[in-house]
C-alpha cells in the first residue's frame, strides 16, 4: 500500500503533467469538472478541479457533489500518474473505477 505521502506527490505529478499537455489539446479536451479521487486501502478521499485541461486545488476534503469520481487503490493510483499502469487498461481491468459520463470519460482518456 502506498502512503498518503506518495499519493499526493502522484496526484501532484498528475497535475503538472496535465498542465504541460498542449494547449490545442486543452483547448480541444478541456472540461471544467469537479473531481473526487477515492482511495479505499487509506480511506481518503482527495478532491479538486480540472479547469482549462489544468488540475487544481487539490486538497484531502472530498466535494460531495463532485462531477467525476475515481476509485481506485493507492498503489494503482501512484502506478497509473507514474505510467507504468496506462489508465486504460486499470479502467478496463477495474482497477480504476470512473464515475462520469461517458463524454467526460472520453475527455479524460484522451488528455491522460
Known amino acids: ?13 498528475l497535475a503538472q503533467r496535465l498542465d ?3 494547449e490545442s489539446m486543452k483547448r480541444r479536451h478541456s472540461v471544467d469538472r469537479t473531481i473526487n479521487c477515492h482511495l479505499p486501502d487509506l ?3 482527495y478532491s479538486g478541479r480540472l479547469s482549462d485541461g489544468v488540475l487544481c486545488d487539490i486538497t484531502d476534503q472530498p466535494l460531495p457533489s463532485a462531477q467525476i469520481r475515481l476509485t481506485v487503490s ?5 502506478a497509473v500518474t507514474r505510467g507504468d ?3 486504460t487498461s486499470a479502467w478496463s481491468s477495474g482497477r480504476l473505477r470512473i464515475e462520469a459520463s461517458m463524454l467526460d470519460m472520453l475527455r479524460l482518456r ?3
Open 1 to 13: 500500500m502506498a502512503s498518503k505521502a506518495a499519493c499526493e506527490a502522484a496526484l501532484a505529478e
Open 20 to 22: 504541460g499537455v498542449p
Open 43 to 45: 480511506q481518503v478521499t
Open 74 to 78: 493507492s498503489d494503482d493510483l501512484v
Open 85 to 87: 499502469l496506462p489508465f
Open 110 to 112: 484522451a488528455i491522460l
